[in-house]
Every structure is written in structure tokens, then in C-alpha cells.
Antibody
Framework: EVQLVESGGDLVQPGRSLRLSCQTS????????MAWFRQPPGKGLEWVAF??????????EYAASLKDRFVISRDDSESTAYLHMNSLIREDTAVYYC??????????????WGQGTQVTVSS | EIVLTQSPATLSLSPGERATLSCGAS??????LAWFQQKPGQAPRLLIY???NRATGIPARFSGSGSGTDFNLTISSLEPEDFAVYFC?????????FGQGTTVEMK
């Protein structure tokens, strides 16, 4: 059974850093990309970052407004993806989700999501 | 950035009725459009990928259509568990973006 479990969300002060983890199981982690998304309270979904699978080079992509403060990484030996968030601001307050980006020969899709982890930035 | 615009914002229907949700893209996303369902306090759930492919385990009452800039999600006969928020999403180019969502509420 495929599972994704986020952790690391917390209440932090503006300007501080936080690292989120997405522990996965039940599939070959190295063969899939991983993405992070977020959802501010009462609002819609926003894509944050993406890391390709290792076989394709593990390249990363970021939402333009976040690329200077957020870093996505992956540890295939631990089947875990990370999101390092620096210089946090109040607008980063959201539930953060990780998702598996799985590709067949013909299609790619975000088929499994974690339950989300809450990040609150407040003094 | 490709902007996805969903309509209507809210759809008020009864169980058993047909629901048609629309998603328009500011430029072509080819067929790289997905639909997600989200219920309060839950993660998004993939319904449709690449415009018209049902994800694993999704009932046949859900169908997707369209290509380029105009897409629809149809729920042929609403079940009580289908009342939720629906988001369209594209992966055609960076950045990936979502529509603002359509709420399907019970009349």
C-alpha cells in the first residue's frame, strides 16, 4: 500500500526556518517524482516545488515567488522528500501536502497525497 | 503563468442530478489537465488525469473531457459523497497552477 506521511509542521516566528518531511512507503521511491503543495486557511491549492525522479536527474522546479526561500530535496535511501523553508513570513501559513508524481509510459499524474502538515507563522 | 478559471463557483444540486463543472485555461494546456476532489480536512483526491482518464478506483459516474483551453468534469448522477470542492490543475508548463475551485453543494 502506497503511503505518504508529512511531518515537521509547527508554529514558528517570522524569519525562522522549518524543514518538512514526507516519508513514503509501498512503492519504488527513486522511480517517481515528488511535489509539495500548500493550502492557506480557507483558500485554494498552490503548487510549491517539484523534484524529478533520480533516474531523470532529480532536477527541481519552484514556484517563482518561493524559489529564493524554499528548497526541495530527496533522499532515496530513506524514501523521503523534504521541503526546507527559510525566512518564513505570515503568508506561508498553510497546510502543506506532499504528493507522488507517477509516470507510466503515456501519462503522468499526482496520484497519492499525504494527509498534510500545518505550518503557522506568527509572532 | 497559465491561469485556470473554473465555473461556476458554486453548484447547488440534489442527489441524482447531473453536475457539469468547467475549467478554462488562459492558454493551451494540451491535454495535461487533471481534476481533484477535496473534502473538508482532507487531502485532494485525484479523479481525472490528462483530461479524460479516470484515476484508479474512481467511479464511472465521473468523466472528463476537453483539450487545449476548455475542459469539463461531469458527474453523471450525484451521490451524497460527491458534495465537495473540485479543483482543476495543469502540468503543461511551469509553474503548475490550480483553478480556484467549484463547490458542489446540496440543494
Amino acid at each position: 500500500e502506497v503511503q505518504l506521511v508529512e511531518s515537521g509542521g509547527d508554529l514558528v516566528q517570522p524569519g525562522r526556518s522549518l524543514r518538512l518531511s514526507c516519508q513514503t512507503s509501498g512503492y519504488s521511491f527513486a522511480e517517481s517524482g515528488m511535489a509539495w503543495f500548500r493550502q492557506p486557511p480557507g483558500k485554494g491549492l498552490e503548487w510549491v516545488a517539484f523534484v524529478r525522479n533520480t533516474l531523470l536527474g532529480g532536477n527541481v522546479e519552484y514556484a517563482a515567488s518561493l524559489k529564493d526561500r524554499f528548497v526541495i530535496s530527496r533522499d532515496d535511501s530513506e524514501s523521503t522528500a523534504y521541503l526546507h523553508m527559510n525566512s518564513l513570513i505570515r503568508e506561508d501559513t498553510a497546510v502543506y501536502y506532499c504528493a507522488r508524481y507517477f509516470c507510466t509510459r503515456f501519462n503522468c499524474f499526482l496520484d497519492y497525497w499525504g494527509q498534510g502538515t500545518q505550518v503557522t507563522v506568527s509572532s | 503563468e497559465i491561469v485556470l478559471t473554473q465555473s461556476p463557483a458554486t453548484l447547488s444540486l440534489s442527489p441524482g442530478e447531473r453536475a457539469t463543472l468547467s475549467c478554462g485555461a488562459s492558454q493551451s494546456v494540451r491535454s495535461y489537465l487533471a481534476w481533484f476532489q477535496q473534502k473538508p480536512g482532507q487531502a485532494p483526491r485525484l479523479l481525472i488525469y490528462d483530461a479524460s482518464n479516470r484515476a484508479t478506483g474512481i467511479p464511472a459516474r465521473f468523466s472528463g473531457s476537453g483539450s487545449g483551453t476548455d475542459f469539463n468534469l461531469t458527474i453523471s448522477s450525484l451521490e451524497p459523497e460527491d458534495f465537495a470542492v473540485y479543483f482543476c490543475f495543469h502540468r503543461s508548463a511551469w509553474p503548475w497552477t490550480f483553478g480556484q475551485g467549484t463547490t458542489v453543494e446540496m440543494k
